[in-house]
C-alpha cells in the first residue's frame, strides 16, 4: 500500500506533508520552552521573535517584499498567533493552549469559502459544533480566572492562526516566508519594551530561548511556508495535528503540568472530530484512486 500511495502522489506533494509533521514536530516543543523561561510573555515572544529574523532571513537571501494585502495580513496574524500563544502558555496550561488553537481548522473550514473559494458543508458544520462543544469542557476546570483568561486568549491563538494560514496559502505562488519574517518584526517591536523587565540571567532561560527562536519558530516556519504551496489550508492545519499530542506531553515529562480531566477530554473531543471529519476521508479517497 505505501508503495501505490508514493507512485500516485507527486513527490512535491510528499515533500510538503513530511515538511508539515516536521514543522509540527518543531511547534511542539514551545509548551515546554515557554514554561521555562521567567519572564513577561511579550517579552519572550519578541525574544524568540528576534533570534528568528536573522535565520529566516539568511534563507530567504534576497526578500520579495510586494506589500499585496496577503502578505501584510498573513504577517499581522502572525505576529497575533505568537504572541497570543506565548500568553496563553503563561496563562493556563500547555495542553489548553495548544488544544484549544487547534480550533483553527474549524475556522479555516468557515472561512474557506470566502477567501479561497472552498465552501463548508452539512459534515463541516456537524464538526465545527462538536469542536465548538469540546472547547466549552475547558471552560468546566473551576473559576480561577487565570485559566479562565489563558483559554480565551488560546481561543484568540486559534482564530488569528486560522487567517494566518489562509493568508499564506493566498501566496502560494509567491512567497509566503516574507510574511513570517515581516510577523516577527511586529512581535519584536511590540515584545521590545517589556524586555527590559525581568531579564533572565541564568544559562537554561537564556538556551530555551535560543532552541524558541531556531527552532520552535525559525526552523519550523521554514518547512511550513514550503509545506503550504503544495497542501490546501485545511490540510495545513489538519496534517500536523501531532503537535497538540506532543506539546503537553514534553510539558508533562518535564515539569509534570497535568493537563485537568475536562481539558483531556475536550482536547480529545477536538481532535477526534477534526480526525474523523477531515483527515480518514483524505486518506480513503487517496486509496481509493486509480494508478496512473
Request: charged letters at 15%.
Amino acid at each position: 500500500m505505501y508503495n501505490e500511495y508514493m507512485q500516485k502522489t507527486p513527490p512535491k506533494r510528499i515533500r510538503a506533508i513530511f515538511f508539515l509533521f516536521c514543522a509540527a514536530l518543531c511547534w511542539s516543543l514551545g509548551g515546554l520552552l515557554i514554561k521555562i523561561v521567567d519572564w513577561n510573555p511579550l517579552a519572550i515572544s519578541g525574544m524568540r521573535s528576534a533570534i528568528a529574523c536573522p535565520i529566516i532571513f539568511l534563507y530567504l537571501r534576497r526578500p520579495k517584499f510586494t506589500w499585496s494585502r496577503a502578505q501584510i495580513a498573513a504577517a499581522i496574524f502572525y505576529a497575533m498567533t505568537v504572541i497570543s500563544f506565548v500568553t496563553a502558555n503563561r496563562m493556563t496550561t500547555a495542553a489548553n493552549a495548544i488544544l484549544l488553537q487547534y480550533g483553527a481548522p474549524v475556522y479555516v473550514a468557515l472561512w474557506g469559502h470566502r477567501f479561497l473559494g472552498e465552501r463548508a458543508g452539512r459534515k463541516d458544520w456537524i464538526t465545527i459544533t462538536a469542536v465548538l462543544g469540546g472547547m466549552t469542557l475547558f471552560f468546566f476546570d473551576g473559576l480561577a480566572i487565570g485559566n479562565i483568561l489563558g483559554n480565551l486568549v488560546a481561543v484568540g491563538s486559534g482564530l488569528s492562526f486560522a487567517f494566518l494560514i489562509v493568508f499564506l496559502r493566498q501566496q502560494k505562488d509567491a512567497s509566503p516566508l516574507e510574511s513570517v519574517f515581516l510577523g516577527n518584526l511586529v512581535a519584536v517591536l511590540i515584545g521590545l519594551p517589556f524586555m527590559g523587565f525581568g531579564f533572565p540571567t541564568d544559562g537554561i532561560s537564556w538556551l530555551s530561548l535560543l532552541l524558541l527562536g531556531v527552532v520552535q519558530i525559525g526552523l519550523a516556519y521554514l518547512f511550513y511556508t514550503e509545506a503550504i504551496k503544495e497542501v490546501t489550508a485545511l490540510e495545513g492545519t489538519l496534517i500536523p495535528v501531532i503537535e497538540p499530542i506532543l506539546n503537553p506531553l514534553w510539558v508533562f515529562l518535564l515539569l509534570l503540568e497535568i493537563p485537568s480531566p475536562w481539558a483531556l477530554v475536550g482536547g480529545g473531543v477536538i481532535i477526534l472530530s477534526i480526525v474523523i471529519r477531515y483527515l480518514l476521508p483524505s486518506l480513503r479517497r487517496e486509496r481509493a484512486e486509480p494508478l496512473p
